[in-house]
């Protein structure tokens, strides 16, 4: 669709139901990613007001900026070794694992954990990838498009994905049910509190299926577009030096040298590193598509008719570049936001990482406040070089995915520790 939506089009549009509800639901019930209907208005209630609000995104401040420290020093230990530093891996273990403790309370760094973090790599990988493959079902609606994706086992590999996530989610529930199992505010803890609490309402109860279904839309949502965001701001602010200079000279300054940590109480001094974000989203949205929508009923858009049930595939990757609303598109030029008010909070849509309406990403303040944090850091005490007398023009810039889309080639930079 052309950039012409306005936020009540959005608003009329739910998920399809067959993107992720019927995929995920062939191995076990009612596990989905993004639910549609009734019970996902319930469930998105639960998760805008409970799981993922200003409080709470807050009172998980700690762990983000705990893991971040990890980061920094794990950095350091490669400046001394002089080595090239795989930052594709080093964004992914970062999100995993604050994703991880914020979710389960548990950390996939430390030993002893039921899966770990290369597995929950490969696990995620897989089923973002299966959730953006198109199968029969998505344009057949209805029983033959079932049967012919039966007929060539389409959904064998989602299965044995999500039957694999589904175990290691009941591992941790389970563990959370002992004595002395719930001791961290963590997700698990707060939604089987919720749960106990939900046991004598009337209207909508609260289930174990509903409790995975969040930690699945956490698991899937949530690791991979925060890590692929940092990653290509990294790319972009080394294939331009003069932004990556004027970025670190800004953050220095104003924290001042000599600083041990950095937290989120920095995070709002600093101007540039919000422009290099906004840049860094126009140019590569980790959902290019956003998530596929359905109408709900019938819109017209400029004078055409859309019938309800039609799918809606918005492609913000291309808004992003289109040359009628943004002067130099390919070029990546932070300023080009200075004293504007073009946000990405889903009220402007020339720039919608994160969509808009009543099913935009319900965790965006969480989102932002890693990668805001992550890059600060990794910005303040390092310079980054090129590995192996790498040029800049020879950084790969080719994209790889569907639903999300990253950088092909893991990113490969040397750091040099400076403050
Ligand atoms: C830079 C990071 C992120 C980006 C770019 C991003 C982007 C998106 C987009 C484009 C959508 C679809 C919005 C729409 O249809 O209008 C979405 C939905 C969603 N995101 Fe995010 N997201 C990010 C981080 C996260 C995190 C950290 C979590 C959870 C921990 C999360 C959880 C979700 C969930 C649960 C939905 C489905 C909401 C619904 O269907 O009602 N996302 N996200």
Request: glycine share 6%; hydrophobic share 40%.
């Amino acid at each position: 669709a052309e950039a012409v939506l306005r936020t009540h089009d959005l608003e009329c549009c739910s998920r399809p139901k067959t993107f992720g509800t019927r995929k995920l639901s062939y191995g076990f019930k009612d596990i989905s990613f993004s639910p549609y209907g009734a019970y996902w208005r319930e469930m998105r209630k639960i998760a805008v007001i409970e799981l993922f609000s200003l409080k709470k995104v807050q009172s998980f401040r700690y762990i983000r900026e705990e893991e971040v420290d990890f980061v920094v020093k794990n950095l350091t230990e490669s400046c001394l070794k002089q080595s090239s530093v795989d930052l594709s891996k080093t964004f992914f273990s970062l999100t995993a694992s604050i994703i991880g403790r914020v979710a389960l309370g548990q950390n996939f760094h430390e030993s002893g954990f039921i899966i770990d973090q290369e597995r929950i790599k490969t696990l995620v990988t897989d089923a973002v990838e299966a959730l953006g493959t198109f199968t029969f079902s998505d344009i057949f609606q209805g029983g033959v498009g079932r049967f012919v994706d039966l007929m060539f086992q389409r959904h064998k590999k989602i299965n044995k994905i999500f039957k694999e996530l589904d175990a290691f989610y009941q591992h941790v529930i389970d563990d959370h049910l002992k004595p002395e199992g719930r001791k961290n505010p963590d997700i698990v803890s707060l939604m089987l509190d919720m749960i106990d609490k939900h046991e004598n309402a009337d209207s909508f109860k609260l289930n174990m299926d509903n409790l995975k279904a969040i930690l699945m839309n956490m698991f899937l949502g949530g690791i991979d577009t925060s890590s692929i965001i940092m990653i290509w701001a990294m790319t972009e602010l080394v294939r331009n030096p003069r932004v990556m200079k004027k970025a670190q000279e800004n953050i220095r300054t104003i924290l001042g040298a000599k600083r041990e940590r950095i937290t989120e109480d920095d995070l709002n001094k600093v101007d540039y590193l919000k422009l290099i974000i906004k840049e860094t989203f126009r140019l590569h949205p980790p959902v290019p598509f956003i998530v596929p929508r359905e109408t709900m009923s019938h819109i017209k858009i400029k004078g055409y008719d859309i019938p309800p049930r039609t799918q809606i595939q918005i492609n913000v990757w291309t808004i992003g570049r289109d040359p009628k609303r943004w002067t130099d598109p390919e070029d990546f030029i932070p300023e080009r936001f200075t004293n504007s008010s073009v946000d990405f909070r889903g009220q402007h849509f020339d720039l919608l990482p994160f969509g808009s309406g009543r099913r935009m990403c319900p965790a965006m303040s969480m989102a932002v406040a890693t990668v805001e944090l992550g890059l600060m850091n990794l910005l303040y005490f390092f310079d980054w070089g090129l590995p192996n007398g790498m040029e800049i023009g020879e950084i790969d810039m080719e994209e790889f995915g569907n639903l999300t889309i990253v950088k092909k080639l893991p990113l490969q930079l040397v750091p040099l520790r400076r403050c």
